[in-house]
C-alpha cells in the first residue's frame, strides 16, 4: 500500500510538469502593465509660509521611480517672480506615519547655468506609501530658514 501511495504522488508531479521539470511561465497580462511610481499626481509648486518665495520641482525620471534613485530640478523664485537671489537649498523625504525617512542622504547644489535653480542628486523613496517632501529654503548665510512640503504617493 505505501508503495501504491508514492507512485500516485509522483505520478501527480510529473502531471503538472511539461516534460522539463519547470512549470510553465505565466501568461503576460493584457493591456498596460503599471509600473512601480511615486508622486504622478503630485502638487509641484509651494510657496513658503512668509510668502516670499515660490517653490517649484521637477522629478528626473518623471515620474518617480519606486525604490529607485532619482534626482530633482528645483526652481525658487521671488514673490515677484523673479529667480531668488542668495539663498542655499536642503531636500529630504519622510514618511510620518511610519516614524522614518529615506535611507539616502542627498546632496544640493546650485545650478550655475539658470539662476535660482538648484539640482538635488540621491533623493529615493524606497517603499510604497504616503511621502513628504521638505524643501526648505535658507535666506543669505545665516537669514530664516523657511519649508515647502509637498505631499507624494507611492504606488505598486
Given at each position: 500500500?505505501?508503495?501504491?501511495?508514492?507512485?500516485?504522488?509522483?505520478?501527480?508531479?510529473?502531471?503538472?510538469?511539461?516534460?522539463?521539470?519547470?512549470?510553465?511561465?505565466?501568461?503576460?497580462?493584457?493591456?498596460?502593465?503599471?509600473?512601480?511610481?511615486?508622486?504622478?499626481?503630485?502638487?509641484?509648486?509651494?510657496?513658503?509660509?512668509?510668502?516670499?518665495?515660490?517653490?517649484?520641482?521637477?522629478?528626473?525620471?518623471?515620474?518617480?521611480?519606486?525604490?529607485?534613485?532619482?534626482?530633482?530640478?528645483?526652481?525658487?523664485?521671488?514673490?515677484?517672480?523673479?529667480?531668488?537671489?542668495?539663498?542655499?537649498?536642503?531636500?529630504?523625504?519622510?514618511?510620518?506615519?511610519?516614524?522614518?525617512?529615506?535611507?539616502?542622504?542627498?546632496?544640493?547644489?546650485?545650478?550655475?547655468?539658470?539662476?535660482?535653480?538648484?539640482?538635488?542628486?540621491?533623493?529615493?523613496?524606497?517603499?510604497?506609501g504616503d511621502w513628504k517632501l521638505y524643501l526648505d529654503l535658507t535666506v543669505g548665510d545665516d537669514g530664516?530658514?523657511?519649508?515647502?512640503?509637498?505631499?507624494?504617493?507611492?504606488?505598486?
Amino acid at each position: 500500500m505505501r508503495t501504491l501511495t508514492v507512485w500516485l504522488a509522483w505520478g501527480l508531479v510529473l502531471a503538472g510538469c511539461d516534460g522539463t521539470g519547470m512549470p510553465e511561465p505565466s501568461p503576460e497580462p493584457e493591456g498596460e502593465v503599471l509600473t512601480s511610481v511615486c508622486g504622478a499626481d503630485a502638487e509641484k509648486t509651494a510657496t513658503v509660509m512668509s510668502g516670499a518665495y515660490t517653490l517649484s520641482w521637477q522629478s528626473e525620471p518623471d515620474p518617480i521611480p519606486l525604490n529607485e534613485q532619482f534626482d530633482l530640478l528645483v526652481d525658487v523664485q521671488g514673490a515677484d517672480g523673479a529667480a531668488a537671489g542668495t539663498v542655499s537649498l536642503d531636500a529630504d523625504a519622510a514618511m510620518p506615519q511610519h516614524g522614518h525617512g529615506m535611507n539616502t542622504l542627498p546632496y544640493v547644489e546650485p545650478d550655475e547655468a539658470t539662476p535660482g535653480r538648484f539640482v538635488v542628486d540621491g533623493m529615493q523613496l524606497h517603499m510604497p506609501g504616503d511621502w513628504k517632501l521638505y524643501l526648505d529654503l535658507t535666506v543669505g548665510d545665516d537669514g530664516p530658514t523657511e519649508r515647502a512640503t509637498f505631499d507624494l504617493t507611492c504606488v505598486e
